[in-house]
């Protein structure tokens, strides 16, 4: 991506842009490794003592029930809907 590309766009807003772009991504992957590892517990349950596997269904109801900050969330909502924007701009 090149601030080129952005037409009637300042580099202050390039810079936001790209900067949101780049926590997007950050938490995708931090996302991803989260998943990761909890599948890599599960798998070791599952192979070495599936007796004692514990029930991830509960662990991802509880998850949910957190508390919730509404200024993180508005973040997410942002970076969200950014990169689903720059996914629509890329093209074939």
Do not use: C, W
Request: charged fraction near 25%; charge should be positive; aromatic fraction near 6%.
């Amino acid at each position: 991506m090149h601030h080129a590309s952005f037409e009637g766009v300042t580099f202050k807003e390039y810079d936001l842009i790209t900067r949101a772009r780049i926590r997007a991504k950050d938490a995708q992957v931090e996302a991803r490794r989260v998943l990761n590892q909890e599948l890599g517990v599960l798998v070791s349950h599952a192979f070495h003592n599936p007796k004692k596997m514990p029930d991830f269904t509960k662990a991802a109801a509880q998850k949910g029930q957190g508390s919730r900050d509404p200024a993180h969330e508005l973040a997410a909502l942002r970076a969200g809907l950014m990169n689903m924007h720059f996914q629509s701009k890329k093209g074939p």
